[in-house]
């Protein structure tokens, strides 16, 4: 069966905090994907990954960095978490199109 | 600016109708158009994907259409039961975008026995 773990469910940080959001996928999927979720903004990609250690800004890169070192994983970081980065982050992967999502991590920043 | 819109208000139908959901989209031309369902708490899950030279696409009670003049995708679901409630995202798969789906705000839809 086809997965896609995101490493907590539910995560509570500081402001300033360096924050680690962990993604682990077992399709062998190339492309690996970052998204925010947010009430009456959708889904806003963050960033993309194509590949061990390419990425692509996404919509709302600010603030946000990545790290694709092997290719099931991928990993966003919060440089220095805010109280406006309180969100439901959502990892996803795709090898051609179908989109395959983890369950997402609520991350609440005070 | 780029845009996809959904129908931010909640569908509300009773069961057994046919519930038909709508995605518009401006200054995108998009290869490939996705439905996913989503349910609270959970990461979405794909359900349909339709191509932009396919008109019309079906799967046991749900269809698909995909107008590139009109710019705009329509989901249906017929027979609706309240286990269809959720909310309905769709996605499109830009495809000089290197696999990128940039998404809808969502539709609620809520089916009542």
């Known amino acids: 069966d086809v997965k896609v773990t995101q490493s907590s469910r539910y995560l509570v940080k500081r402001t300033g905090e360096k924050v680690f959001l962990e993604c682990v996928q077992d399709?062998?999927?190339?492309?690996m994907f970052w998204y925010r979720q947010d009430p009456g903004l959708g889904l806003r990609l963050i960033y993309f990954?194509?590949?061990?250690?390419?990425?692509e800004k996404g919509d709302i890169p600010e603030g946000y960095s990545v790290s694709r070192e092997k290719k099931e994983r991928f990993s966003l970081i919060l440089e220095s978490a805010s109280t406006n980065q309180t969100s439901m982050y959502l990892c996803a992967s795709s090898r051609y199109r179908e989109a395959f999502f983890g369950q997402g991590t609520r991350l609440t920043v005070v | 600016s780029q845009k996809i819109e959904q129908n931010s208000e909640a569908l509300n139908i009773q069961e057994g109708k046919t519930a038909t959901l709508t995605c518009n989209y401006t200054?995108?031309?998009?290869?490939?158009l996705q439905w996913y369902r989503q349910d609270p708490g959970r990461g979405p899950v794909f359900l349909l994907l339709i191509r932009e030279n396919e008109k019309e696409k079906r799967k046991e009670r749900l269809k698909v259409t995909f107008d590139t003049t009109l710019k705009q995708s329509l989901f249906h679901i017929t027979a609706s039961q309240p286990a269809d409630s959720a909310t309905y995202l769709c996605?499109?798969?830009?495809?000089?975008?290197?696999?990128?789906?940039?998404f809808g705000g969502g539709t609620r839809l809520m089916v009542k026995p």
């Open positions: 200054n995108y031309s998009p290869a490939y």
């Open positions: 399709m062998d999927h190339e492309n």
């Open positions: 990954s194509y590949d061990v250690k390419m990425k």
């Open positions: 996605a499109l798969d830009i495809e000089n975008a290197g696999n990128m789906l940039t």
